[in-house]
């Protein structure tokens, strides 16, 4: 059974930083796509990096400069290292996981968006 469980999440003030793990189980992990996501409170859900397992990245243009996704192989773990917070980044934070099919990598990012496993989520609250 393929399980994502996301930590690292509270409360910080504007400017400061804070790491997001995400722990992944029941599957082939260093093969997969990976990914975060967050939900504003009242707002959609939507990407904010992914990385595949060739280690390439990919940001959207809000996060640019000041997140970094990478990955830890040998411990099956997702980081989101988040700095120069800003009360937008308000969230609850995911990751996300395309696994591969046997010894076929996935397209990382998947399309169409097309997602198969999520964690349940940790929250980020950033003050002014």
């Known amino acids: 059974e393929v399980e994502l469980v996301e930590s690292g999440g509270g409360s910080v003030q504007a400017g400061g930083s804070l790491r997001l793990s995400c722990v992944a189980s029941?599957?082939?992990?260093?093969?997969?796509?990976m990914g975060w996501f967050r939900q504003p409170p009242g707002k959609e859900r939507e990407g904010v990096a992914t990385?595949?397992?060739?280690?390439?990245?990919t940001y959207v243009h809000s996060v640019t400069g000041r997140f970094t996704i990478s990955r830890d192989n040998a411990k099956n773990t997702l980081f989101l290292q988040m700095n120069n917070l800003k009360p937008e980044d308000t969230a609850t934070y995911y990751c996300?996981?395309?696994?591969?099919?046997?010894?076929?990598?996935?397209?990382?990012?998947?399309?169409?968006?097309?997602?198969?496993?999520w964690g349940q989520g940790t929250q980020v609250t950033v003050s002014s």
């Open positions: 029941g599957y082939t992990y260093g093969g997969s796509c």
């Open positions: 990385i595949a397992s060739d280690g390439a990245t």
């Open positions: 996300a996981t395309v696994p591969p099919l046997g010894r076929v990598r996935p397209v990382c990012p998947p399309p169409r968006d097309e997602w198969d496993y």
